[in-house]
T-cell receptor, first 114, second 113 residues
Framework: AQSVTQLDSQVPVFEEAPVELRCNYS??????LFWYVQYPNQGLQLLLK??????LVKGINGFEAEFNKSQTSFHLRKPSVHISDTAEYFC????????????FGSGTQLTVLP | KAGVTQTPRYLIKTRGQQVTLSCSPI?????VSWYQQTPGQGLQFLFE???????NKGNFPGRFSGRQFSNSRSEMNVSTLELGDSALYLC????????????FGEGSRLTVL
């Protein structure tokens, strides 16, 4: 079975500073990886996904993530954050083949400070 | 294109009652999944439906059930409610059966008293 670990539950950062949200996964087979964002009182929105190909994935709102198979990581980065990026971020994995459900990490609350 | 619509958005029930939540997927999407979100357990997969058939089920008791209609709309039902069932229930749809982007609704927030 696959699992996802988000190493930081809370990440405070000042506006315009860079940020990295960490995600590690465990799976014995090939995986698909996702980052979702959840704003207060809303559902989840896809930021970016890795299915295959280039290990550097660019998403919406200036976010990007790098798939590292040897370290089983999929860290999310943004070079300069804005107040509006304050939200909870979830890393998720879906195992290739017949399994279609997503297994989510516990989430990282990103708080951007003025 | 309208997004995923969930009703009701908020509801309050008491222990022992049952509840039915509804989800209308994005037009053309045939796959609907349900997730439970709680502060303690995070996001947990309940089940997925595709073309009216349950394709996958999470590790939840039989009190949690669902179905999908021919128009892809889905309902989930929780019977004999317990306090621990208080959660945000999220529905998500996608166009096919392969892994890919899930489009989430805003959720139905259930409070069990």
């Amino acid at each position: 079975a696959q699992s996802v670990t988000q190493l930081d539950s809370q990440v405070p950062v000042f506006e315009e500073a860079p940020v990295e949200l960490r995600c590690n996964y465990s799976s014995s087979v090939s995986v698909y990886l996702f980052w979702y964002v959840q704003y207060p009182n809303q559902g989840l929105q896809l930021l970016l996904k890795y299915l295959s190909g280039s290990t550097l994935v660019k998403g919406i709102n200036g976010f990007e993530a790098e798939f590292n198979k040897s370290q089983t990581s999929f860290h999310l980065r943004k070079p300069s954050v804005h107040i509006s990026d304050t939200a909870e971020y979830f890393c998720a994995v879906s195992v290739g083949g017949s399994a279609r459900q997503l297994t989510f990490g516990s989430g990282t609350q990103l708080t951007v400070l003025p | 294109k309208a997004g995923v619509t969930q009703t009701p958005r908020y509801l309050i029930k008491t222990r022992g009652q049952q509840v039915t939540l509804s989800c209308s997927p994005i037009s053309g999407h045939r796959s609907v999944s349900w997730y439970q979100q709680t502060p303690g357990q995070g996001l947990q997969f309940l089940f997925e439906y595709f073309s009216e058939t349950q394709r996958n089920k999470g590790n939840f008791p039989g009190r949690f059930s669902g179905r999908q209609f021919s128009n892809s709309r889905s309902e989930m039902n929780v019977s004999t409610l317990e306090l621990g069932d208080s959660a945000l229930y999220l529905c998500a749809s996608r166009s096919g059966t392969q892994p890919g982007e899930l489009f989430f609704g805003e959720g139905s927030r259930l409070t069990v008293l």
